[in-house]
């Protein structure tokens, strides 16, 4: 029942802190190979694997706003991500390009079979992938100064199109793995600059480039693929020193360890935010059928308001259509209430407070009359037909008796739930609501995009809802889709004074706001953890060239 947004968050910072990972071990893998050849291409090649490890690493951290609400540092992590991938590419780049391809050797007189490309060849290069000519690279580095945002997509495909190269012209096959990756990295670094378009007023644009859409994640596949692949290539020139395996196993353990406890955490805290929402949205609803309980109270204290009046007990006596009509002219107003009628004993109609002409009409049908006619003051709700959406309303009915105490009429008082009545509750509890007939909405304080019209008349057509408020009578408490958005809700059965289900009240709250409460907490936590890995790698360092040291 948490929000899928949560997962996604998660998974997010947990294929980021892979690829971090990733690349520091490539990165590992060309410090290690300088700390043999003292070569100082290799160090800018170190340093560009190291940078672009720790812009995965601060990228996990950034969580996204729609959702979590206001980033506590802003928009500090994206500057700071893009400016360590970009220097980090552009490291890669010049350290590729200072290393020159390995050109394939022509040789005559011998069985050229033997140094075919079919042939297999002896891996005799250092460790490490690379290179390519100054020329693409030229285009490459040209391309990362034309704009900021196409930096990172510029400079992981002009280092993927410089591996390709040396992989192909030159004797370095093993390293077209790293081709491959960056060429995945391509797609997931063009398709992250969507959100440029983030606050894009076309609606198929926004609908597309949202947090959580399908081409999120899509651009989180090609993050996890292109991480896949250059950790298979690196992790096979890893194993072949126990240090290095040492030090890199001890790494993704505490890499495991942070992250299980992270994704518990963040777990609990959301979980344990919902729970006190749901609680809170039950108190709500409480207040929902509370306020709607007080309103029944109020219209029988109206209606006996008039019935206790003598002069309409002396009206309704002499069935006085005009001299009710006079008594009563100010009542709907005064006591803000819709409706007000006043019928005889034998249930024909005096008056009509809403319309003073139309009376002479029997409600004998009418089961609150029957109820009245006999001496029984009640109060129920109701539903009838609207034009655009059925309406729910009180009536309150309260008998009108005669100096010898027998029952000379009944006056009853009617009030409508309008959509008035439900903002009064937002207000109180800053909650949407609604109450609903039977299944579809009478009264919310839902609207529509011009920010005015009501979201009336829609049917709700959950069965898990309908089936637990309606036909059982008990109340729903979980997510649901409301106009198309996922809201942490409480149904709970709206019933008539016969105790029949005639419909539900609604409270409810964006399941994104759950989030958004917890939001700060998990940021820092990514935060923290983030930090708490780097400084892990010096103890898994020391640690992991000690036992190597003895073993030797």
Known sequence: MLPTQFFDQDIHFAICLFAALVFFAVFWLYFDAWTTSHKNKELVKCGGFLLLALSFLLAGTIVEQSVLGKSLLGSVSSTITLILSGVGYVLIIIGRVVDPVQKKPKLTG?????????????????????????????VGLSGLANTSHLILPVGALTIAVLYWRRATAGLER???????????????????????????????????????????????VLLFISSA????????????????????????????????????????????????????????????GYAINAKKAETLADANVIAENPNIVNAVLIKSNSTLANLTSTFLSKYNVSSLIITTADAQVLLRGQDPADYGDSLSSNALVRRALIGQSSSSINTQ???????????????IMGSNNQVIGTVTVGLTIDSAFVDGIKQATGLESAV????????????????????????ETNSSILNAVLKNGQDFA??????????????????DVNNNVIGMLFIGVPQTSILQTAGHAVELTFLVTAV?????????????????????
């Open 110 to 138: 011998l069985d050229a079979t033997e140094f075919s490309d079919n042939s297999p060849k002896k891996d005799t290069s250092t460790p490490a992938p690379e290179a390519n000519t100054k020329k693409v690279a030229a």
């Open 385 to 399: 037909n609207g034009v655009l959406a059925p309406v729910i309303y009180i009536n309150s009915i309260t008998p």
């Open 478 to 495: 979980g997510t649901a889709n409301i106009l198309n958005r996922q809201f942490l809700t409480v149904f709970s059965p709206l019933k």
């Open 532 to 552: 708490l890995l780097i400084l892990t790698t010096f103890p898994a360092y020391i640690i992991s060239k000690r036992i190597a040291k003895q073993l030797d």
């Open 229 to 288: 692949i250059l950790g298979w290539w690196v992790w096979r020139y890893l194993t072949k020193r126990f240090f290095t395996q040492l030090f890199m196993v001890f790494t993704m353990l505490t890499l495991g360890i942070f992250l299980i406890t992270t994704i518990s955490f963040t777990f609990l805290l959301v979980n344990k935010v919902q729970n006190e929402s749901i609680s809170n949205l039950q108190t709500a609803n409480n207040v929902l």
């Open 174 to 220: 093993h390293l077209k793995p790293i081709a491959y990756a960056f060429l995945f990295l391509t797609g997931y670094e063009v398709l992250s600059l969507a959100s440029l378009w983030n606050n894009s007023t076309n609606p198929n644009i926004a609908k597309l480039v949202v947090s959580y859409s399908p081409l999120w994640v899509t651009t989180q």
């Open 436 to 459: 609903y007939a039977g299944n579809v909405v009478s009264a919310t304080t839902f609207v529509a995009s011009d920010g005015i019209t009501r979201m009336t008349g829609v049917s």
